[in-house]
């Protein structure tokens, strides 16, 4: 008897895992919002408790409006998953496969290409220029097979990103059967007016995907929540291809009570901004090389150093992310963390 065998492509795939670490780490290594989430959010999630045996609203509808009502869009253009992640799940599954081809920048979100393989499509890297996203680069790695573009902006795990302008270019360049997804997990974090997150393309164009998240400046990652924004068609696909309750009562109500607090978001942002520089000016002056970036963590080169620097930390029970899995070994992924954590960061380093 032959055994039941998965999919081509599936075993090429190296699972996502986090790293174990001690039991009460500083925990610098997953983009978070080191000041939690919104007391508001927090609130919710508690009342939730009393509807834990209902299902949830199949459709985050309530959720949905919240959205649509802050940012000024239509309701039906907004689809919701369990963090952007699923989202781009969904999207690769409804719109590739077998055959295909699915472009990302070389040192793009890992689950670009992980989605691809999984859906039976062809991930394609298009080389970077100072580990930024090169829009004429991306525009040469497209071919007939190509059916979906990722853009992280800002990326992960660079920090770097792309304008407004430049994502205009390469969606009038991109061909039309060519859905373009701009992932703006970290855009509360920018207020930048050249910054593009992409919604200005959805609303001019019908074959733009925005996605956004809950899990950075909003501090929900432990629930998984996110949401779409695209056209009605596009709305339409996803929801056909995504499960009938993918978002849990918890994260429904956590959301929109998250939603409410504006100024959690803004004061996240702005101790964010202070902190990443002062945490980009302490590493230098610890003689390492830091790379610009627009989000919530730093991408720093370690040289030959990156591993041991990273063990080092984590036997300090302080936790930091490696890039080898991006095609940099040489660097760390570093989030920025509270004033009194990015303090202990520093103190370790000059030790090691």
Known sequence: MSLPQPRDGILEIKPYTAAAGPLHPVCLNANENPH???????????????????????????????????????????????????????????????????????????????????????????????????????????????????????????????????????????????????????????????????????????????????????????????????TEGVADVLDRVRGPFNISVAAQMAGMAALADQDFVEKSRIFNAAEREALAAGLQNAGLKVYPSAANFLLVDCGTQAEKIRKDLAARNILVTPTAGYGLPHCLRITVGLEEENAQLLAALKEI
């Not at 920048?105 to 999984?118: C, N, T």
């Not at 270019?169 to 039309?176: A, C």
């Not at 992932?183 to 207020?191: G, P, R």
């Open 36 to 230: 939690g989430c919104s007391p508001l959010a927090r609130a919710a999630y508690v009342a939730a408790q009393d509807k834990l045996h209902r299902y949830p609203d199949g459709g985050a509808t309530a959720l949905r409006d919240a959205i649509a009502d802050l940012r000024g869009m239509k309701a039906n253009r907004i689809v919701c998953g369990a963090g952007a992640d699923e989202l781009i799940s969904i999207i690769t599954r409804a719109y590739a496969g077998a055959g295909d081809e699915v472009v990302y920048s070389a040192h793009g979100f890992v689950m670009y290409r992980l989605y691809a393989k999984a859906a039976g499509a062809t991930p394609v890297a298009a080389a970077e220029k100072n580990l930024c996203a090169n829009v004429e680069a991306l525009l040469s790695a497209v071919t007939p097979k190509t059916k979906i573009m990722f853009i992280a902006n800002p990326n992960n795990p660079t920090g770097s990103l792309l304008s407004a302008d430049e994502l205009e270019h390469l969606r009038e360049k991109l061909p039309e059967n060519v859905l373009l997804v701009v992932d703006a997990a970290y855009a509360e974090y920018i207020a930048d007016k050249d910054y593009g997150d992409g919604r200005a393309l959805v609303d001019a164009t019908p074959n733009t995907v925005m996605l956004r998240t809950f899990s950075k400046a909003y501090g929900l990652a432990g629930l998984r929540l996110g949401w779409a924004y695209c």
